[in-house]
């Protein structure tokens, strides 16, 4: 598409990777007016620096595809957000049955910048716990609203999960986390922004203790569960199925809600629906059981909540 000129400024120079509001605009041929309001409603990719909007060029090409007909990136599915092992096993059961030139992936990099490559248009959807299973409707949507293009996306509920402490097996098991942290345990910490690092705190808060003396920051939930195993540290939080996939005791903290966020035009893709399927399926459900921890009966189910932003 070309609503500029080659160039950034008519001198030969190479193109800005990145167009301002009035060269976005005139790029996708809208009043700068429009441009602001798709900003908020339609997720178009943006950024703001210095407090300036700014756009990328490649990005804005790709969502003009996206957008085309339904979308041209239909063999594509990119799942970046919340770590799971049941998750994490099922889209790799989808990837291998994919047929070549199909492109199915899967980055645990935490609730918050998963959410944050959402609203970038970097990834195609996000799997997200944030605090306490009762409050997950809430709590999720206003999360949500501090992204950038929210309003145009849907949850989809997967799972209520076990949440708590995973602990070493030479630990002695205790009660309470009170009881645990009283110890002075080596904890293995999750990353800010993370969700099993916020429920987490949320129960230290909730318990009025300090948390524990800190070891390594694990990257993901499973590579925490594989520290501790290994005898990094004496506990980490995280879910009952990552205890249970490395061997671990479990203090059980509450019950934590999984849901999918994606745009509303990705709901109906045939890739995302064959996510859903595998995920409902016979071998998955078997899997979420020997792991343990899991509750699959709100799976498949949308958020109403969303639509009241």
């Known amino acids: 598409m070309s609503g500029l000129d080659d160039t950034a400024d008519g001198t030969g120079a190479e193109p800005s990777p990145y167009l301002t509001v009035r060269e976005a605009a005139a790029y996708l041929r809208l009043n700068e007016k429009t441009l602001y309001a798709m900003i908020q409603e339609d997720g178009i990719p943006a950024t703001k620096v210095t407090g300036k909007w700014l756009f990328p060029r490649k990005l804005l090409d790709d969502w003009l595809l996206e957008s085309t007909h339904g979308g041209v990136l239909t063999d594509r599915l990119l799942v970046a957000g919340s770590d799971d092992p049941w998750l994490a096993h099922s889209i790799a059961r989808l990837a291998q049955r ?97 969700g099993s690092q916020h429920f987490f705190e949320q129960a230290c808060a909730a318990a009025g203790i300090a948390a524990a003396q800190a070891g390594q920051t694990a990257a993901t939930e499973r590579e925490a569960a594989f520290l501790v195993a290994d005898g990094a540290g004496d506990c980490a939080p995280g879910t009952r199925a990552a205890a249970g996939e490395f061997g671990l005791s479990f203090l059980p903290l509450g019950s934590e809600a999984l849901d999918l966020v994606m745009p509303r035009s990705l709901y109906f893709r045939t890739l995302l629906q064959q996510l859903l399927a595998e995920l409902a399926s016979d071998a998955s459900r078997d899997l979420a059981a020997r792991l343990g921890g899991y509750d699959l009966a709100p799976l498949g189910r949308l958020r109403n909540e969303m639509a009241a932003q």
């Open 98 to 194: 994919a047929g070549e030139g199909t492109l199915i992936a899967y980055s645990p990099c935490g609730t918050r910048k998963g959410l944050a490559l959402l609203a970038q248009r970097r990834a195609n959807a996000c799997p997200i716990h944030w605090g306490e299973a009762e409050h997950a409707a809430r709590r999720h949507a206003l999360l949500l609203r501090e992204y950038t293009g929210s309003a145009g996306w849907v949850m989809v509920q997967l799972a209520l999960r076990e949440q708590g402490v995973m602990l070493s097996r030479g630990l002695p098991q205790a009660d309470t986390l009170a009881d645990l942290l009283a110890r002075q345990p080596t904890l293995i910490l999750r990353a800010a922004g993370t």
